[in-house]
Nanobody, 120 residues
């Protein structure tokens, strides 16, 4: 089994900054893509950003230039730095990872989610 511990998030005013982090642990042989998704009330879950083990990144158009994703492969952690936050960024943010187990099986795993609220 794989466990995620997500931290960060909270309440911030428009234009402010927040960061979220996610640490994976458990039955892990290797972690390939790690990323963040978000889901706002009444909306579908959407990709925010992801990053490969080699460091290649991909961002949703809505966050390009404002959010930065990075990871620490040695610690099995992924981070999302969010700047110039807007009310429309308000959502539950979910950590996601594509993980190979010690018996070489691949699976996607999800964190429990962490609330980010942008409001004045």
């Amino acid at each position: 089994q794989v466990q995620f511990v997500e931290s960060g998030g909270g309440l911030v005013q428009p234009g402010g900054s927040l960061s979220v982090s996610c640490a994976a642990s458990g039955s892990i042989f290797g972690i390939y893509t790690m990323g963040w998704y978000r889901q706002a009330p009444g909306k579908q879950r959407e990709l925010v950003a992801n990053i490969t083990s080699g460091g290649s990144t991909n961002y949703a158009d809505a966050v390009k230039g404002r959010f930065t994703i990075f990871r620490d492969n040695a610690k099995n952690m992924v981070y999302l730095q969010m700047n110039n936050l807007k009310p429309e960024d308000t959502a539950v943010y979910y950590c996601n990872a594509y993980i190979q187990s010690p018996i070489r099986q691949f699976s996607y795993y999800w964190g429990q989610g962490i609330q980010v609220t942008v409001s004045s």
